[in-house]
């Protein structure tokens, strides 16, 4: 009876803490018909722009700072963020700061929460269940990182789906413990998995609701408090999700939200010294906060994804394969950190018309429909001269793309490129003067196709050997001993494997994260939030009894 006493007080606490989001900074609801929204994806503009606050100490806040974000279609200013500054931490630095290293709950201290946090998960299920709610996140996201609905809705599909998974009792299961029987009656040893208690993370522009959403929670059920910065061209996004989450109980002082630039943010990390830290993003970031917070990291940084077409080629199937190298290299403008960076295809794939249908599929894509459009973090120049520079390579040559996108208005500080291939040889690309050109990671519309022959595969472990970050990869083939040998030799934390094998389709329902590497994060799996989101305390219980007639022995 206590235990239902105690959680229906925190569920009262938190549903009245919730009023905290009605600010003086909110804009009035009652033009909204979602009870949590303060924007209106459609009506964004440069005449009604957007205001995008920070949450700290459970309430909404300006900033002494805000940056103007330019309309990635149409460079009409349409956002104005509100960032903080390194004057402006110190609130940010005082709430993580208030959190102990046992965190906010363990299996030994308020387990209630638990419980609420699957109830929380159940009710913002639902919400983004509702077609108007999915619909006003997949148009949001849109206005922000330009892809097609289609993509857009999947983000927010996969994220409905995985708190449907953690409803209920199931973020209790998230904290299963184990015992071991002792040397001697009264002995036993049991395994707790153990918050970090403050703790960061830090995503990026490309899944503005999907990994924000999947590493919040994760992080809150295992007891944590976690500070939330997301790239601020994206962070409306996740600043209107968790209006939602504090809509459905989310207790207001559980989770900081920020905006700020890195220097800013590298600053708080500094002083607040979180236990954890979670980065997902480029891999120049990564290695410095990883020497910046000695270790405390977990990362998921940027892949050059590879994919490899086995021996086994049927005509019948050249149609599937060819869309499926073409969703991985070109949706979202190739702007995943799972997208095909490079194909491997074997020699009998060449003979077919795989090539031919990737060019034709490339052509189907169209700004209008967003199933090509602006990349982010590249200009179109710097790629056309990328594109240059492989050129030069002797026996590469364009197979398609290559060319800045006609007809838009994309602002020039991001890129415009239809979708590109580029050949070059294997044996070119294994040249200590190609390599590092070839293999760098250009986070748009494009990829690099090779060919290897039977008695090549070796050279192919070879360029997969010297990569540096394994996140994703496919091995394209229906041969359980080619299939043996590739998975056999390789390293990516995330691999498909059989005719149907692609590099990207994040989902819900498996591991997705890197390997390789003692720091790297993975996300949406029971396996995952343990690994990123806690740690191993063991707890050796000694009643007794001692031994009859005992007597203290001899030192030792």
């Known amino acids: 009876m206590n235990r239902f006493l105690s959680r229906s007080q925190l569920r009262t606490r938190a549903t009245q803490n919730a009023a905290a989001w009605f600010s003086p900074f909110s804009i009035s609801r009652s033009v909204h018909s979602l009870p949590f929204a303060t924007v209106d994806a459609e009506e964004i503009s440069g005449s009604q722009p957007a205001e995008v606050l920070n949450f700290v100490q459970g309430k909404w806040k300006g900033a002494s700072t805000w940056n103007t974000l330019v309309d990635p279609l149409n460079g009409e200013p349409f956002i104005k963020v509100a960032e903080v500054d390194e004057i402006g931490i110190q609130p940010f630095v005082e709430s993580l700061s208030k959190c102990p290293k046992h965190g906010l709950h363990n299996p030994f201290k308020a387990p209630e929460r638990y419980l609420l946090y699957g109830d929380i998960s159940a009710k913002a299920a639902h919400m983004l269940s509702l077609p108007k ?8 996201i849109q206005r922000v990182a ?3 609905y289609q993509q857009a809705f999947g983000e927010v599909y996969v994220t409905q789906k995985f708190l449907e998974n953690f409803s209920g009792d199931q973020v209790r299961f998230l904290a299963r413990s184990f015992g071991v029987p002792g040397n001697h009656i009264g002995q036993q040893s049991h395994g707790f998995r153990w918050p ?7 995503t990026p522009f490309n ?26 061209k994206v962070s409306i996004v996740m600043e209107q999700m968790m209006r939602l989450l504090h809509y459905c109980g989310l207790p207001v002082e559980d989770v900081d939200f920020i905006n700020s630039d890195g220097k800013t943010m590298n600053k708080l990390l500094m002083e607040a010294n979180p236990r954890m830290t979670l980065f997902t993003g480029s891999s120049r970031v990564a290695e410095k906060l990883a020497g910046d917070l000695k270790g405390r990291i977990k990362l998921e940084d940027a892949g050059f994804d590879w ?3 086995g021996p086994d080629v049927q005509e019948s199937q050249v149609d599937y394969v060819a869309w499926v190298c073409d969703q991985d290299a070109y949706a979202y403008s190739g702007q995943k950190c799972s997208a095909q960076s490079i194909l491997f295809m074997h020699e009998n794939w060449s003979s077919s018309s795989l090539i031919s249908k990737l060019k034709d599929l490339a052509h189907r894509r169209k700004l209008e429909d967003l199933t090509i459009g602006p990349v982010l973090t590249f200009t179109t120049e710097a790629m056309l001269e990328h594109k240059n ?12 793309g290559g060319e800045p996108l ?25 040249k200590e003067g190609n390599y590092e050109l070839v293999t760098r990671e250009i986070f748009g519309p494009f990829q690099i196709v090779t060919e290897y022959k039977k008695d090549q595969l070796p050279l192919v472990f070879d360029a997969l ?67 990123v989101w806690s740690c191993h305390r063991e707890i050796i219980y000694d009643f007794g009894p001692l031994p009859k007639n005992w007597e203290i022995p001899p030192s030792t």
Do not use: C
Request: aromatic content about 8%.
């Open 146 to 148: 330009p892809k097609s």
């Open 207 to 232: 899944f503005p609701l999907e990994i924000p959403v999947l590493q919040l929670m994760g992080a809150l059920y295992m007891g944590n408090k976690p500070i939330l910065k997301v790239d601020s």
């Open 389 to 400: 520079q492989l050129l030069k390579i002797p026996g590469s040559k364009l197979l398609f």
């Open 465 to 531: 050997e010297r990569m540096h970050a394994y996140l994703t990869a496919a091995v394209v083939s229906n041969d359980p001993i080619f299939l043996q040998n590739v998975i056999g030799n390789t390293v990516n934390g995330t691999t498909y494997a059989g005719l149907r094998a692609r590099t990207t389709g994040a989902p819900q329902n498996h591991w997705f994260g890197p390997a390789g590497d003692p720091r790297g994060a993975g996300i949406g799996t029971p396996e995952a939030i343990k690994l």
């Open 307 to 309: 994919k490899i077409l």
């Open 133 to 140: 709610v999915s619909d006003f996140f997949s148009r949001l």
């Open 406 to 430: 006609k007809n838009h208005s994309i602002p020039s500080v991001y890129g415009a490129l239809k979708p590109t291939a580029i050949y070059v040889p294997l044996e070119e690309i294994l």
């Open 196 to 202: 970090y208690g403050p703790v960061a993370i830090i």
